[in-house]
């Protein structure tokens, strides 16, 4: 199944580095998402793009970026992290028009901070 | 935004006997109700999913239950097997205007003993 791919699938990064996850959808979807899946919180929504314009963003600390430049195409740009925010990220993709619609997932990128 | 709490977090049941796992929601405005599962190392995937128009909906050994009054579903697995061991997740729309995706209850760790 290859409907939500992310790349890359595993990061190890230190606290000064810049990084940046990828996500493609081939879906035909038009709305976008970042979770994060940690021990802590097992899926807590980071961000959503829908129509390619950022919707919510749920207080996620700054050195957290999204950028969506079309609507198969997600990016979360990475710099000054923190060992918390060692976790899994996993993207997703459904079509956009509010409630009702299923969210399928990408496999993930496993982040390691040191 | 939405709130969804679930019930139980670790169930631990006998080879081909029933699980079940309750959600509760916050929204009265919310009309969809998915359930994902995630095995080890692999995505949150889509099993089974209810809109407010119906009570109940089944899927072979699967089944949900919808109860918008009291604003709980349940998901039911009959005849257990090993492979139905993983994480479950509930969810249903995130609320505030409409937005795209879903708020995810913290999981159910389901475990089959042979």
């Known amino acids: 199944e290859t409907g939500v791919t992310q790349t890359p699938r595993h990061l190890v990064m230190g606290m000064t580095n810049k990084k940046s996850l990828k996500c493609e959808q081939h879906l035909g979807h038009n709305a976008m998402y970042w979770y994060k899946q940690s021990a802590k919180k097992p899926l807590e929504l980071m961000f959503v793009?829908?129509?390619?314009?950022?919707?919510e963003n749920n207080s996620v600390p700054s050195r957290f970026s999204p950028e969506c430049p079309n609507s198969s195409h997600l990016f979360l740009h990475l710099h000054t992290l923190q060992p918390e925010d060692s976790a899994l990220y996993l993207c997703a993709s459904s079509q956009a028009g509010g409630h009702g619609n299923t969210i399928y997932f990408g496999e993930g990128s496993w982040l390691t901070v040191v | 935004g939405e709130n969804v709490e679930q019930h139980p977090s670790t169930l631990s049941v006998q080879e081909g006997d029933s699980a079940v796992i309750k959600c509760t929601y916050s929204?009265?405005?919310?009309?969809?109700f998915p359930w994902y599962k995630q095995e080890l190392g692999k995505r949150p995937q889509l099993i089974i999913d209810i809109r407010s128009n119906v009570g109940e909906k089944k899927d072979q050994r699967i089944a949900v239950t919808l109860n918008k009054t009291a604003k709980h579903f349940s998901l039911h697995i009959t005849e257990t097997q090993p492979e139905d061991s993983a994480v479950y997740f509930c969810?249903?729309?995130?609320?505030?205007?409409?937005?795209?995706?879903?708020?995810f209850g913290k999981g159910t760790h389901l475990i089959i003993q042979p």
């Open positions: 969810a249903a729309p995130n609320s505030g205007g409409g937005a795209d995706g879903l708020t």
């Open positions: 929204d009265s405005a919310s009309n969809y």
């Open positions: 793009y829908s129509l390619e314009e950022r919707v």
